[in-house]
């Protein structure tokens, strides 16, 4: 039993209207939309007011270092609702979240190990669209309106549509639900992607990872090119064929490089490729999703070298096949299901030579050696005449030097 944090994501439907038919207040898009702007005012604004503060401080003497915490920002809250009486349209918590984020920044900023730059003003074209609402008091949930319909309440705003998995839903639901103490909403982020409205939820749950029936087994990954991976049971996991969507992304970015930014035509052009591109990462990760949980479901330990793969894409031999697919999230989710069901999970460093040693009499092939080598797919030990498969035999060392690393981490 442990307490995870698991973040959903769930697409939402504002409304055109600021209430339903029986009187009640739901989400509009113009809500939704005041709520980013007001998100990003704030910010600015306090902001500025520091920036201002600062001069005064290093016209006088001084020194130009402002305290930003949460009781110099309030005073500057504040100021601003007492000036700007939009603001009180706007969450509470989203509010006070907004100046968390500029009192972190400034954080960031004054921390000697980190080297963050100074904050800058949140522009309306490079800044993200999103705000966020702190659940307090179970003011974010899920309930049924007054047509017996389950829609998302975000505190203040309302209620909204939302559409979601069975699995997603039940979770919200269980998150809900006060008297369930196995899994509590902390936040929600209203976010705008390409016209698209989302609510990522974090959700905080005890989890008892699932007993898994049937014989476990020990899994070695190799992590490759030409291939997405190699398990050391013989397995292989193929790359994905995203023919289509590449074609189209590739149209569309020609097209957007022949015409002015913000021109018609240059939108027209990115709505579609940010469309396709959207398609591509769906389609893989719903991939991927598939793919670690079938090899998580029977293991009871895995083992995957530390690839530096930000090197592959620089690797004239290597680079093409990675654009397309990512071998690190398939990785990453490799290592987070693995936490997430117990299962012992060991990174066996890059430097280690797995393609070149021998899985069976552990002599080591100079042969291999060098990336002008990596077309050898299969060859012959020349000390024990064992035929191997590149991949195979790499999956099966990287499993075994797991296990002496987890053995020498356990003693
Ligand atoms: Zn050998």
Redesign the pocket.
Known sequence: MKVVNKNIKVRIYPSKADKNDKGEKIVSINKIESNIGIYRFIYNHELALINEFKLLLVQYGYGDKVIVNDSSCNVLLKMLRAENSFLEKAESSSRQQSQRNLIQAFKRYYDPNLKSNYPVFKHKRNAKDNFRIINNNNNVRIQKNRYGFEQIKLAKLGLIKFKTSKEYRELLRQASNTRDHTAKIKHVTIKKENTKYYAVFNIECIHTPDRIIGPLQQIGIDIGCSKLAVLSNEEEILNLHLTEETEKIIHYQKIMSHHKPKSIRYKKAQIQYNKWYKKLINKRNDYYNKQTADIVKNSCFVSVQNENIIAWKHNKYLSRGIQLNAPRTFMDQIEYKCDWNDIEFIKVPKKFPSTQI??????Q?EKLRGQENLGIREWD??????HHDRDVNSSINILRRGLELAGAAGQ
């Open positions: 021998c899985s069976k009499c552990g002599e092939n030990c020349p000390y024990c005449n064992t």
